[in-house]
């Protein structure tokens, strides 16, 4: 249990116990995929999008950037402080499986893999692991930026009992303050007051929002993102049947950055000679 | 070839050619979605998710809506106007299957089918078969609406030429005035100009977009709804690689609301005997 003096003034609030490696001070990727994975029961997972998008898993990791995308911009910030391995939340090729063999001849995509070739950077996809964590990192992160966290079921991140009922203008204010977002799209009535507050972020689908809002009966629903002819139109329908039920979108990425910033407080003791740092990618949208 | 007078009254521009029925003042369910099937090659599609959702095919046909969702409100406001055939073009139970199964316990679900059969309403699909139509039925409102119908290419209607260069912030304008939408996402520079425009209405998803992307070239691609990890992220890229690209997100509903309007004058003349009339559903979006 000896520790370095080095490394106890790097990381004096760190515990051993949580330092996988403690004297290791050189990690290859598929050793920071190993540690990682290890805290996870049941994985690998046989099926999973989780996997080397970039990179070789034997290279040596001179940096770890964590982001929701490894957007051109991303990779190029990462590049430049010196770090080769970004783990992202989402798709780095603009499909959920990254396929990329219809993608092959496409200009954006080519540009793209010669950037990461280029600086030899890796990127792995953090998404199925993460949201397994328990708690799950990215409710963890994002109900710490909401200082929400006290307000959350012990057994379901995405159901919180606020102290006091307040109007939806208010929480859609505390909301876009906490997470950095511009805009959201609202079905609903601002001025209903709510307490019970269903979190869904990302974008989990229809039929999971909707058997969601069956089981807990929330006043409101904040999800990340939702296809139009689902959520928002069973929302709408159960408005206009006289129920207190509002949508709120507040967008995918901006829903969930916050965990994958969390990320970085979660990684950083469990590989003491690395840099972990988060470069937001930001929401691309502009509202007009 | 003989005309009634009272029909050419009611129906002075229309010739004899279009009138499937000249002598039929009265149609169940099945005759109508019959006579409009007779007008596609290859009708009924072995796989179509446009089937009744809602009535029996052998009702008599008092009254035909056309909208884009059988909302709660639509409902009411056909019944009230004494029109139980409700033609649309979205899922009418939050699932592109219209798979109820899942939501047999449901009170949203419960309710909305009392509603339906209470008035005793059909409600049936009009979505693949109309955008099957040459031209595309969603595409012919859409660009009549946008009074861009001579910029479209003769064999790709989503493929449109503008007359001269204009910035995208005078693109937006129009497209906003003329569809009735209250805001627009946007990744891109709104001073760009563009004169080559990609419309792809709905959510034809991010491959498909991408693809048109590719072969098309365009200087912005309008799109009714996109996944924000698909085409957002793929245009986000190209434009930090310095691709003169521009994505607009119009909005599902308002992207297509025109088509299902024009399919009105497309049916009228068809069902003479039955009036037809178009009950917009409206976008259920505020923005905060």
């Known amino acids: 249990m000896a520790k370095t003096a080095g490394m106890s003034v790097l990381l004096p609030q760190i515990s051993q116990a949580e330092q996988f490696f403690p004297n290791q001070q050189t990690f290859t990727v598929q050793q920071v995929m190993d540690l990682i994975l290890k805290t996870r029961p049941g994985a690998p997972f046989p099926k999973t ?11 040596n990791v001179t940096g770890i950037v964590s982001s929701m995308f490894a957007t051109t911009e991303v990779i190029e910030k990462a590049a430049a402080a010196g770090a080769n391995f970004i783990i992202v939340h989402e798709p780095t090729f603009y499909n959920h499986a990254d396929e990329t063999d219809w993608l092959k001849n496409d200009p954006v995509f080519q540009r793209k893999h010669e950037l990461l070739t280029k600086h030899g950077i890796a990127v792995w996809r953090f998404h199925d692991y993460w949201h397994s964590h328990r708690p799950d990192g990215i409710y963890a992160g994002i109900l710490q930026a909401l200082n929400w966290s006290n307000y959350a079921e012990a057994d379901n991140p995405r159901l919180l009992t606020l102290p006091a009922p307040v109007p939806l203008s208010q929480l859609i204010t505390h909301a876009k303050d906490k997470l950095g977002i511009k805009q959201v799209r609202v079905v609903g009535d601002t001025s209903q007051t709510c307490k019970r507050v269903l979190l869904m972020v990302g974008a989990s689908g229809g039929k999971s929002h909707i058997t969601a809002i069956e089981k807990t009966k929330p006043d409101v629903i904040l999800c990340g993102e939702a296809s139009e002819w689902e959520t928002p139109e069973y929302v709408r329908d159960a408005r206009q049947q006289g129920q207190k039920l509002s949508l709120v979108v507040l967008g995918h990425i901006m829903s969930e950055a916050a965990g994958m910033e969390w990320l970085v407080s979660w990684l950083q ?7 972990v740092s988060y470069i937001p990618s930001g929401n691309p949208f502009t509202y007009v």
Chains 1, 2 share one sequence.
């Open 49 to 59: 999008v989780d996997t080397l998008k970039s990179g070789s898993p034997s290279q």
């Open 269 to 275: 003791p469990k590989v003491a000679g690395i840099k």
